[in-house]
């Protein structure tokens, strides 16, 4: 019975038609199971395949894969099985040590790449770790993450070699609430270590010139940084090379503030939507040119100029992949013939999982693709709903079509990570459409049009307007009453199921059991969540920060009071990211009480909070219990006396309630 509706309900594409999705889905599997749940070795495998090839022959009808069922199941074992080994060969390399006399154990050479300067004294980088072998430099693809501190920083250049003297380090979460998860995020990188190098412990040892090519880009790169400068300032400059050439440097906290808080912060990431509307464009005005150029030839120039364009941009992870999936998506719709957009989706993200594995943990993967999965496979039922018979207005909806159907794929995902949703997300993508469209269009053409006096005046004027219109939109929407919902903490599990209830209640005809059955799921969903969402606002809590100063909140259901040892203001804005994570997770009205020496004794409603200095650190009493805050390394514990007193270590110190593992959390 389960089978038969199985195969009813769920509409899998046909094997002939859309092999890759098949494909991806077992390789990728692989990959997961492997990594984060069974990490199966060569015997436990065994028993593990064979489980695979009876569930694969029990649930599989023959209308969905080619001859005989066991041929296919084979066929998807083989996929299942070269994800575990793809991923197994990468982790099976390990860090060579640098065979030479005078270098110690905690010696590397590096050779350094992504180089992301923060300010005059600090940079990061990924340096990957090279081996010297018959008086040549090898490279041992094994990355590590580099903190570089001093003047070097500054001076240090993309594709220099570098000795450093250093101790590496697992990449670690500082696991506090709603805080940014750093070893997934460096997973999809393929980075696991890091180390943190000042002047002293490097030594440059080679400073590799920039080939012809990245010298000519590099040349056009500050071109064309140069021309925006020129046309453009203040916000418009900074949203403008955001938008255009993938440059975030010149961004305030504010702006980006205004573009996430509306959901709109894929506008400043230069990704699909980007390289859809630039290919579009180019589209529209190759056709201009149709009796000159043929379509077919058309396309291969558009293609040339998106790889160009991703060159110009830094040649990023989130560009290229965009770049890749449009170049295959367009060159398979020109071809014809049995054209799958889906198979094709699926083909693109195969290849750059086969490429490197561990781009499935990276978030902009995950998003862009279920965004396409969701253009592809719901666009057409949503804008079947209303049909307008103004021509503006069928526009409108169309767009807006495309925003639900994307949304509908990646809220449950943007509510796992981000803990917050933009409430008018429909309104923003509305106006955010035609605008974003007008700011590309213009922005790629300034670069053309600045050498024409008046032509090029007129299109910066408007490039100007379309940006600032496009701020100003924003804010607006920000500023409207419950314009972001924070505290959504959804367990990743449940992702997955919410994905398919969006799935099934658009797609399925409303007068069938079966949206009755997803509509009643999807109520038992929300409620739950809703819930959660409820409990994450009304908790009443102390919370110690896993940080490298006294901090701590504490939560009174709607109204949260941080205590924290005042210092500088480096110190303060690494503090002010920290709580607008913890409030994402915990909304509340927040109040911030900085300490220098003084103590602080406060009545908060039926709550009484005394803070002190004392030798060991900081007392913090909350009624009739106790918290000591250690400090010191050689603090000697004496035997509490109760129930009612706690020890908690700040991270630098290792002992069993130490911060070091992440934030203590205390139910008042």
């Known amino acids: 019975m389960f089978k038969t509706l199985l195969a009813k309900n769920l509409k899998l594409p046909n094997f002939y038609s859309s092999p890759f999705v098949y494909f991806f889905c077992l390789y990728s599997s692989g990959i997961l199971i492997q990594r984060d749940l069974l990490a199966l070795t060569a015997i436990t495998s065994i028993p593990f395949y064979f489980g695979l090839l009876l569930i694969l022959l029990y649930f599989f009808n023959r209308n969905y894969y080619p001859g005989t069922k066991l041929s296919f199941v084979l066929l998807s074992t083989l996929f299942f099985s070269l994800g575990q080994i793809q991923l197994n060969l990468l982790n099976s390399r390990n860090i060579p040590k640098i065979q030479t006399s005078n270098i110690t154990s905690e010696s590397l050479v590096l050779k350094l790449n992504e180089i992301e300067i923060k ?56 696991n506090n609430p709603g805080e940014f998860d750093a070893i997934t995020f460096w997973k999809s990188k393929g980075v696991f270590k890091s180390c943190y190098l000042a002047d ?23 071109y064309l ?34 573009f996430g808080a509306t959901g709109a912060m894929h506008v400043l990431a230069v990704s699909g939507l980007h390289i859809g509307i630039i290919s579009q464009l180019l589209l529209f005005i190759f056709q201009f040119f149709s009796k000159v150029i043929q379509r077919r030839n058309a396309v291969i120039c558009v293609v040339i100029l998106l790889w160009i364009y991703a060159l110009l941009t830094g040649f990023s992870p989130s560009v290229v992949r965009a770049v890749f999936m449009f170049t295959v998506l367009m060159s398979a719709q020109e071809m014809g013939g049995n054209y799958s957009p889906i198979n094709t989706l699926f083909f693109t993200a195969f290849v750059l999982a086969l490429i490197n594995p561990f781009v499935l943990y990276d978030i902009g993967f995950q998003l862009s693709y279920l965004a396409m999965l969701g253009i592809f496979t719901l666009y057409k039922p949503i804008v079947a709903w209303y049909k307008p018979k103004n021509k503006v207005l069928n526009y409108l909806w169309q767009g807006s079509a495309i925003g639900f159907a994307a949304q509908a794929m990646t809220v449950p995902l943007t509510l796992y990570y981000f803990h917050q949703f933009p409430n008018y997300f429909a309104l923003t993508n509305l106006g955010i459409m035609g605008i974003s469209t007008v700011a590309m269009g213009f922005g790629m053409g300034i670069f053309i049009l600045h050498f024409i006096p008046i032509i090029g005046k007129i299109a910066s004027i408007i490039l100007a307007s379309s940006l600032w219109l496009m701020l100003h939109f924003l804010q607006w929407v920000e500023s409207l009453p419950g314009s972001v ?50 409990e994450q606002q009304n908790v009443s809590h102390i919370c110690f920060f896993n940080h490298n100063q006294f901090t701590m909140a504490l939560k009174i259901k709607s109204q949260t009071i941080i205590v924290y040892d005042a210092k500088n203001d480096k110190k303060e804005k690494q503090l002010h990211g920290l709580i607008a994570n913890y409030s994402k997770f915990y909304p509340a009205n927040i109040t911030f009480i900085p300490l220098k020496e003084e103590n602080l004794s406060v009545q908060i409603g039926s709550h009484f ?60």
């Open 200 to 222: 002293c412990d490097i030594l440059r040892l080679q400073n590799n010139e920039a080939n012809w090519v990245d010298h000519k880009l590099e040349m056009m790169r500050k």
């Open 485 to 534: 919902a924070y505290g959504f903490n959804i367990p990743l599990f449940l992702v997955p199921f919410v994905m398919l209830v969006f799935y099934l209640l658009i797609v399925t005809d409303r007068n069938r059991l079966k949206w009755k059955i997803a509509s009643f799921v999807f109520i038992g969903l929300l409620t739950v969540i809703s819930y959660e969402r409820y």
């Open 119 to 174: 300010d005059s004294v600090n940079s990061k980088a990924i340096g990957t770790i090279l081996v010297l072998k018959e008086n040549t430099w090898i490279n041992t693809r094994k990355k590590i993450l580099v903190n570089m501190h001093g003047k070097s920083a500054k001076s240090i250049l993309q594709n220099d070699i570098i000795l450093a003297i250093t101790n590496q380090f697992d990449i670690t979460n500082k």
């Open 225 to 258: 940084n140069l021309i925006l400068e020129k046309e453009l300032d203040g916000s418009n400059l900074a949203i403008a090379k955001a938008l255009i050439i993938g440059d975030k440097s010149l961004l305030d906290q504010e702006t980006k503030n205004s």
């Open 609 to 668: 909070v005394d803070v002190k200095k004392e030798e060991y650190g900081r007392a913090v009493r909350i009624n009739e219990k106790l918290y000591k805050v250690i400090y010191k390394q050689d603090y000697t514990s004496p035997i509490l006396k109760n129930k009612k007193e706690f020890e908690i270590g700040m991270p630098w110190l290792n002992q069993s309630y130490t911060l070091s593992k992440g934030a203590l959390i205390y139910k008042l």
